[in-house]
């Protein structure tokens, strides 16, 4: 970890970062005054922000210069095109996000990172290992807590947006750029979590309005209604979650740092990969079997195949067939 300055906490009961932020164990729990083993220690690194944020962007400053003026040409998609820039100081903005998915898993333990990446700097470069930054990473045998996990990395950033960095040029020179945080993609477990929501599949489980769930079976489902749902803003969330008895208002369980430097649930979008790619696509798929011929779903597996994907990805494509 040469180079790279961190903070540490390590703990011998994982209970203590998951109830409270203090590291006294309490007399009152079951585990107190006995034989911690491995599964039950609990880690928590908070990268320095400030020196991740350098690292990446000295790396990439070119990029960072001079993408955001031609990204409505070569890109125009890339979200980067909604950001509106100060054009007397240089702006770039730190999208990060934590998925809810365990990165690695040994012997019972699971290691959870919070990354970031920078919007000015195009794909598929963006996408690269190199590029991405590290915040903080929990290793734990159970899931990591919100408010010890972003709390410090939260902190860190606010304290850059209010002030600026330097950041290192080309030619030796050094300028001076705004931070702002434009958005944090979770998938929908990890979005509840860090959002301090009920779960998706709640009687109040959205997290965009106020529409309830109604419970069919053993689920609940939300039908489709000609009723306009009042939305859930950035108010919304900064009120009802100021209500602290343990009642959960239409989803809202309490507060949430993230509140503090997002603009609720705007920026937070849904994730695209595990909604629709990794999930409604399977539906799909088995639905086009029933109107299409064998031919086409071989013929799809083939073009498939063909396609040279960036050398970061560790999977390939499925065959089509699978799904007919």
């Known amino acids: 970890m040469a180079g790279f300055p961190v903070s540490v906490r390590y703990i011998e009961c994982g209970e203590i970062f ?98 970031a990446v920078f919007a000015e700097i195009p794909v598929p470069v963006r996408d690269m290992k190199s590029v991405v930054m590290l915040f903080g990473a929990w290793l734990a045998a159970k899931k990591s807590p919100r408010n010890p996990l972003l709390i410090p990395i939260i902190t860190q950033l606010e ?59 053993r689920q609940v489902y939300f039908p489709f209604s000609k009723k306009t749902e009042k939305l859930k803003d950035h108010q919304f969330y900064v009120q009802n979650a100021k209500i602290n008895d343990g009642r959960f208002i239409q989803g809202i369980k309490g507060p949430t740092p993230l509140s503090s430097i997002l603009l609720l649930p705007y920026q937070t979008p849904y994730d695209s990969m595990h909604l629709i790619y990794h999930g409604h696509v399977k539906t799909l798929l088995k639905s086009w079997r029933e109107m299409f011929s064998k031919d086409v779903f071989e013929n799809g597996s083939v073009f498939l195949s063909n396609i040279i994907l960036p050398h970061s990805f560790k999977y390939q494509f499925s065959s089509l067939s699978d799904f007919f």
């Open 18 to 115: 998951l109830k409270s932020n203090d590291e006294k164990c309490s007399i009152s729990c079951d585990s107190n005054g006995k034989y911690k083993s491995y599964s039950k220690v609990a880690e928590l690194a908070i990268m320095n922000v400030e020196r991740e944020i350098k690292r990446v962007a000295e790396r990439r400053i070119d990029l960072i210069n001079k993408y955001p003026k031609q990204a409505a040409y070569l890109f125009p998609s890339d979200h980067i095109n909604s950001i509106v820039t100060n054009l007397e100081i240089i702006s770039y903005v730190v999208a990060y996000f934590s998925d809810g998915a365990l990165a690695v898993s040994v012997n019972n333990k699971s290691l959870w990172p919070v990354q």
């Open 159 to 217: 304290a850059l947006m209010q002030s600026s960095i330097m950041l290192k040029q080309k030619d030796g020179s050094r300028l001076s750029y705004n931070v702002r945080t434009q958005q944090a993609i979770f998938d929908l477990p990890a979005r509840a979590l860090f959002l301090n929501t009920v779960q998706y599949n709640g009687y109040y489980g959205c997290g965009d309005c106020c529409i309830e769930g109604v419970v069919i079976g």
